[in-house]
């Protein structure tokens, strides 16, 4: 089965992400009478995966006042300043990844906090704080994992990235109490070693920057001794410093179907304490300045 792999106490730049790896040592003929008995057991149909908010009843159809196209460009160069602003800031990451056993209860756990701070020469970076001894069984969480938590939950729909994706208007929805525009996003066109967001955006009309995301990382990963399976996801954000709005919380609540067998997973991201990263001056010695005539 997946065997979980120790990280290391520090790493260059801040990495994230999540992924379950399954290694099945069955032969053929065993595997295809599991998949078989799997399929037709309704005690093994997957629970209904976290989908809080995510239902249409309050979603408008009506077309928005502006063109669609106008509205992708804009929120495209909002996000763009959004991205290069975060990198200013430190904070502090909590990353939890449970299994989940048929009675509700977590029966293995991946925990790992840490804080995304400057070096003295100003380069941004991970230190991790606290990473207890996993206790996870039956997957494993890879580098791939830690990845795709720095770059797909925390997604961002800069101008650079629009042409990578479809990007499908669906109406107006009320967020709590935020107006916004929701879209459906799909990458073009899977490239090879590249990882995707696809699923559902919402985009403040007013600040014209994601919200909210729902949806998972792509593509899923088959090869021939693994199975690297993601979970759907929900992504929140909060205004910092009135300007721009930054992932605070991430969590998933799904079922991940391996070859032999269905596991459902939990996982959960805080992130807090945005702090605007300052900037050191230093004194010498003063000299006159003399106008000039």
């Given at each position: ?82 991205k290069?602003?975060?990198e ?48 996870l ?22 101008t650079?990235?629009?042409p990578?994706?479809e ?8 967020v709590d ?34 919200v ?16 690297n ?12 410093e ?18 032999l ?33």
């Amino acid at each position: 089965m997946g065997k979980q792999k120790v990280e290391g106490q520090e790493r260059h730049p801040a990495a994230a992400g999540r992924r379950h790896r399954l290694v099945a040592v069955m032969v053929l003929l065993t595997a295809l009478i599991c998949v078989s008995a799997r399929a037709q057991s309704p005690a093994q149909a997957p629970p209904q995966p976290y989908s809080e908010g995510q239902g249409e009843q309050g979603l408008s159809t009506d077309p928005p006042p502006i063109p669609v196209e106008e509205i992708i460009r804009r929120f495209g160069a909002r996000e763009q300043e959004m991205k290069i602003e975060r990198e200013k800031f430190t904070y502090q990451q909590t990353f939890v990844f449970q299994t989940i056993d048929n009675d509700g209860a977590p029966d293995g756990e991946y925990r790992m906090s840490s804080d995304i701070v400057f070096s003295s020469d100003g380069k941004r970076y991970e230190k991790i704080t606290d990473a207890p001894q996993p206790t996870l069984q039956r997957v494993s969480v890879s580098q791939q994992d830690l990845d795709d938590l720095e770059h797909v939950q925390p997604f961002v729909l800069t101008t650079e990235e629009l042409p990578k994706y479809e990007i499908k208007y669906v109406g107006r929805e009320q967020v709590d109490e935020i107006a916004t525009y929701v879209f459906d996003v799909a990458p073009k066109k899977i490239e090879k070693k590249q990882r995707y967001f696809q699923g559902r955006i919402w985009v403040d009309q007013r600040d014209m920057e994601i919200v909210k995301t729902f949806g998972k990382a792509v593509p899923d990963i088959h090869t021939r001794d693994n199975e690297n399976v993601f979970p759907r996801f929900e992504t929140i954000r909060e205004n910092i410093e009135g300007n721009y709005w930054f992932p605070t919380y991430t969590h998933a609540d799904d079922t991940l179907h391996f070859l032999l067998q269905n596991v459902r997973v939990r996982m959960t991201v805080r992130y807090k304490n945005y702090k605007r990263y300052g900037v050191t001056v230093k004194f010498g010695t003063p000299t006159e300045v003399k106008p000039k005539p």
